[in-house]
């Protein structure tokens, strides 16, 4: 059977990271992205190999789409040379930034920078690279519980991933004939430096979103990287177009 090889958008650190490790564990071939840690980008390609795996990380700035023609040029010769063929089964839309400000407080530019990386660049990164990926293939829009329940200071991030879910529908719809799934997945608060560590450093945070979450804790990143490892999974195909929340039960 042929290696399966994901793409991973933002995959040098955070949920992109543990999402790369447990494709890895499962023989996915990773082509990760990174947008300025090169460092962080080297040790992940090290650990997926000194596992038995295969992964090539990228630089990639979510945030221009003029760089996006030249971005899949530098695939499609690494599809050749590393992995010995010419496209790519899954596409994890999943590089982003936080930010947290109150709309009153919102200016433009960040708005914009928002803008540009969670919903411009998925809707252009994955036109850019329809070509390469396989029909029958995957593609998973990491979204957020923000688009189902309110928390102050998130309204221009939560609004793009609103939009996000919403291309996850389009997407869906029109890949269709190729055998494309498409869904988008929404974490819960989770345990990562994403946001400057608020949820994992702060405790009054961690507990207030624990004891209103079903499960009892704020997520884990293996929670999420294990839930994206399982909608790629073989049994999950039939399922396209569906927002599926992961955060343990919170605000239910």
């Known amino acids: 059977m042929n290696t399966k090889i994901a793409l991973i958008t933002g995959a040098s650190r955070g949920l992109g990271k543990n999402i790369a490790m447990h494709l890895a564990a499962q023989g996915v071939g990773i082509i990760g992205t990174y947008h300025s840690r090169a460092d962080e980008a080297r040790v992940l390609e090290d650990d997926i190999a000194r596992s038995g795996g295969r ?21 499609k010769a690494i599809l050749t040379k590393t992995f ?27 708005f914009d920078q928002l803008f540009n990386i969670h919903l411009k660049g998925p809707f252009f990164l994955t036109q850019k690279l329809l070509p390469l990926i396989n029909d029958g293939g995957r593609i998973i829009n990491i979204s957020t519980g923000l688009t189902r329940f309110c928390s102050p200071g998130l309204a221009a991030y939560a609004t793009m991933k609103g939009g996000l879910e919403v291309l996850t529908h389009y ?44 499960l009892g804790r704020v997520g884990l990143p293996d929670d999420i990287g294990g839930a994206v490892a399982a909608l790629l999974s073989d049994g999950t195909h039939w399922i396209t177009g569906q927002r599926i929340e992961a955060s343990g039960g919170v605000l239910i």
């Open 55 to 75: 992964a090539v990380m990228l630089q990639l700035d979510m945030g221009n789409s003029a760089g996006f023609g030249a971005f899949s040029q530098e695939l």
């Open 84 to 110: 010995s063929c010419e496209r790519f089964d899954f596409l994890v839309n999943n590089a982003g930034i936080g930010l947290y400000a109150d709309i009153a407080d919102t200016t433009e530019q960040q």
């Open 171 to 214: 997407q869906a719809k029109e890949l269709g004939a190729r055998g494309i799934s498409v869904n988008a997945l929404a974490p819960g608060a989770i345990e990562t430096d994403f946001g400057g560590g608020l949820v994992r450093d702060n405790q009054e945070i961690n507990q207030q979103i624990s004891s209103a979450t079903a």
